[in-house]
């Protein structure tokens, strides 16, 4: 490499000496000659340059501008190819294409969609040849004070669209250089437009951009964009929707009329101005032009939009929450690659087999978490509690404030509330998620407000599982029904409870601490801790989940089984949380950690997908390895444009690993853990002697949310579940701790795929011998609670006081955040509409 850049700088240096001694030429043959003769000559010169300019970018010369289309691939561009997605085991899990782009010829556009494109976009269309030399300077006119647009023609946005000139590899080694990658992909979006127009006709370069350009709410062309916004034809439609598909163009969010209708309607307006305004040259055109009056005009922009939108969903085959995230992966690692175009093949390190008991085990503890919430709520009112188990007032009216639907008819009746407020309770036909319904759908006749009080109550959970040693993704839920929850709950953001001691722990492991010491007292404590939400420092008390401090010296492997809160708060401090935090990201928490007492309790909101990979380090004796969602990617010509590399790193010593493998084994194995019904009979008890499996549960403030991750030596995996809002939560940890509702799930997942005798030989696996002498007495330490508190100290841990996280906040009050935020309203609220 180094000897490839010495030669282009050597070249380079030669071309601008040879450039400048052919400057000097060139000014010696006109020394002395007249004026006009030298006028000619520059402008001979100039436009010889031009076009020799032209013919080094169009042939790449010395690979200076990058890659440019032939002619062919002009005259016949590659139409888009769907990418296929493959599991671990061979099968296709479904394809990755833009079903919402279908070309249509010319004449089956209605014209008055190319007369508002025309008059909008390019008002000079019939009149150039590729490139508005008008509307540059005009631009560059307008840029000097302070006005800067736009001068593309359509036929140089067909081509950014079509040829993708603007990503980085179509630059060349100039385009490294910085300022001149813009001028490039300028000079080649003219160059190729020149061509093109050389190449087709006006008709088809309309018809081209009608079918190729993006028009937002993901409707690629016109045909999709009529029905997506319309429920009508390109051939149907109207002026006034031609104009709001159009205005579309400029920005298809801003000036979306779903999301943003006043916006739109401004655009729609504007677009029918400019129809107006340039209603002869169009008529010069379209025997039929559509505005011929300012009465015409003004009509048409007095009307309402009218939409009738319906996204069509492409959306087929299993495993959605995770192609979703494959998509995600691919944008990361490979940005240059277009699932929806290039005809690639994927190779996921889903297992399908894996994926089926995973959804599975989901759907049937789901649906008894879900029978458990409702008769535990029954006849008590609305679920929506505070802190103090108070009403929130006016939560679904929140809600519904910041719906689509309501912002809709605030939009249509403006200063009348009483409209929006009747429409809103007015019973309608609603599609509605229900277990037990053909295709988990159903219908109702019932009010707007009635679908989010019934759509919220539903519980929802994330579950993920992946191969310690490797990083590979097996199996990935991300929550109860795709179709109705697109929001992937293994992203989100939750407060992780007790699982989050884990870290503690293995900080201390990693200081010499080992399970079987006892230095710590169960006891009261008080500390003063700043309190964000309050702006000064406050009295923090954390409390054990029993209520009780038994006062004694616990050993750290029966205080991490049993859960014990004071334990781990003493423990953090003892160990620095700071030192906590380094230990949890070195292990694989991505996520901002605060530090804070209360962190040991797992006060910081994680995600489930982070929480698992952490705790795959310790199955892995200390080893981190990244997850890996795709190991291989083939292009459409069979050549591999990426492969996932095996990466670790240590990020436990290996001692501090090895016992806490041990500690999660106690959480199932010694009395008092909290995890023990994971080796009942119902799930792992029959395997005992052949597989090593320990976990941890967890449970936030409230009971908000319900954790288990569980480990095993080739296997590690982790549910979440909760309400889609925190303040929406059973009123018990009897019900709802981690061990009673997040448990089952892996549990019968683990057990349903050591029943698959395919998969047996590879997960039915025990950790093997020691690798360093270790006493067996420094992991043992068992501590059994008086009989009356046997059963409290089987429950999670993080589940009384009036504030046990010590934030001041209240946790079970709050909404969603941001991107959560938005998912759960538009869950709510917004697709309960047929």
Known sequence: MGTFLKAVKAGWAKLKKALAAAWRWYKGQFAGRP???????????????????????????????????????????????????????????????????????????????????????????????GVDVQGLFAALKDATQGRARGASTISQQLVKNMFRVRTQYSTGLLGKVPGLSILIMKSKEMIIATELELLCTKNEILEMYANTVDFGSNAFGIKTAAKTYFNTT??????????????????????????????????????????????????????????TSKEVCEALKDKPIKLNFSVENAYQGTALYFREAVKDYVREHCPDLDLDRDGLKIYTTLDSRMQRYAEEAVDEQMQNVQRSFDNHWRGLGDPWRDAKGNVIPNFIEDIARRSDAYKMLVARYPNNPDSVRHYMNKPHPVKLFGYGEKGRVKYEEMSTMDSIRYMVKYMHTGFVAMEPQTGYVRAYVGDIDFKTWKYDKVQAMRQPGSTFKLFVYATAMKQGWTPADARITDSYIRMEVYDPAQGKNTIWQPHNANGHFSNANIPLRAAFAQSVNTIAVKLGQEVGIDNVIQTAHDMGITSKLENAPALALGSNDVTLFEMVNAYASVANDGMHVSPVLVTKIVDADGRTVYEAKHEERRALPYRAAFYMQKLLEAGVRDGGGTSQTLGGSAYLGRYGNQLDFGGKTGTSNNHSDAWFIGVTPGLVGGAWVGGEYRSIHFRTGRLGQGSRTALPIFGLFMKKVLEDESLKGKYLLKYPAPKEDIEPSTYQGYFAPPAEEADSLSADSTLVGDDLMGTGADPAAEQPAGKAAEAADENAANNLFE
């Open 234 to 291: 390109p051939s149907q439609l109207k002026p006034e929707e031609a104009a709001v598909l159009v205005g579309l163009l400029k920005a298809t969010s801003a000036y979306n009329p779903k999301i943003n209708p006043k916006n739109s309607l401004k655009r729609r307006n504007t677009v029918l101005d400019n129809m107006y305004a340039h209603r002869k040259e169009l008529a010069e055109h379209f025997p039929n032009v559509a505005i």
């Open 35 to 129: 004026w006009w003769r030298k006028t000619l000559a520059a402008i001979v010169s100039f436009f010889a340059f031009i076009l020799l300019y032209a013919v080094a970018v169009t042939c790449n010369l010395f690979w200076l501008f990058g890659k440019s289309p032939s002619i062919s691939e002009i005259r016949n561009p590659k139409t888009a190819m769907a990418s296929e997605m493959y599991s671990a085991d061979g099968k296709l899990l479904g394809k990755f294409f833009n079903e919402n782009r279908s070309p249509v010829p010319y004449d089956s556009i209605n014209s008055v969609f190319f007369q508002a494109l025309i008059s909008t976009e390019d008002e000079r269309f019939y009149d150039h040849h």
